[in-house]
């Protein structure tokens, strides 16, 4: 009887190690400078953006991206992971191919814009490592199942706050209009409404159900 109860507890402890290790950052977790290079980064990053383009652009869904993916590099927090990949790994592959192909979509056309000063542009290069980085961690950690629900939640609140706290003119997270301009077509309210139930159902659902297929629901945090 003894043995047997050993036996069934062997998977657990296995599990535990495991689970201890992947948080504590061992060999198996994030590399350390992989976490050097998201710190560093974002350090430049938020003081440069606030000076030349206010602190309201920190609400577009790309930059809360760019931070909820850098928490999950540096704490090893897979739900934050989550979270963002819900979020904005669709986008932010678009955003990746229209970069690629000289910004035709529109996305990324910003970045031909010699305008903009070289830095800036730079800087915004943070588009291209968000799918590898999330994709990697999904790949690590696994998908947490309930990152559609905590970022559905977080967009609900975030168009209205950004409807209300921005210019219309700058359309942040377009919430305005889809794309660069601002939409005449149906009252603002109207399209924010629009928006608030489009973005979930049609963009954040159909990842989540991707991801949730293609890595899983191991749960290590």
Same mark, same amino acid.
């Given at each position: 009887?003894?043995?047997? &109860? ?20 061992? =060999? ?18 938020? +003081?440069?953006?606030?000076? &030349?383009?206010?602190? $309201? ?13 850098? @928490? =999950? ?8 992971? /989550?979270?963002? @990949?819900?979020?904005?790994? !669709? ?10 192909? /000289? ?10 814009? =010699?305008?903009? +000063? ?8 943070? &588009?291209?490592? %968000? ?7 999904? &790949? ?26 921005? =210019?219309? $003119? $700058? ?8 794309? @660069? ?6 009252? +603002?309210? !109207?399209?924010? @409404? ?14 989540? %159900? ?12």
């Amino acid at each position: 009887m003894d043995s047997i &109860h050993t036996r069934r507890r062997q998977p657990d402890t296995r599990d535990s190690y495991l689970e201890s290790t992947a948080i504590c950052g061992s =060999a198996i977790g994030v590399p350390l400078w992989l976490k050097v290079a998201y710190g560093g980064f974002v350090a430049v990053l938020v +003081p440069v953006y606030w000076r &030349h383009y206010g602190p $309201e652009n920190f609400l577009w869904l790309s930059d809360l991206a760019l931070f909820a993916t850098a @928490a =999950a590099v540096i704490f090893e927090k897979r739900w934050l992971a /989550g979270m963002a @990949a819900v979020g904005v790994l !669709a986008l932010e592959l678009a955003w990746t191919v229209d970069f690629v192909t /000289g910004g035709r979509i529109g996305l990324a056309s910003y970045m031909f814009d =010699a305008s903009i +000063p070289l830095y800036l542009r730079g800087l915004s290069l943070f &588009h291209l490592a %968000l799918p590898p980085t999330l994709i990697w961690l999904l &790949h690590r950690f696994g998908y947490d199942p309930r990152s559609f629900l905590r970022q559905a939640a977080l967009t609900l609140v975030l168009l209205p706050a950004t409807w209300l706290l921005t =210019a219309r $003119e $700058e359309n942040i997270n377009w919430v305005y209009g889809p794309g @660069a301009e601002p939409q005449s077509v149906l009252p +603002p309210l !109207a399209y924010l @409404a629009l928006e608030m139930v489009a973005l979930p159902v049609l963009a954040l659902w159909p990842t989540h %159900l991707i991801l949730k297929r293609l890595f899983g629901t191991r749960r290590l945090d």
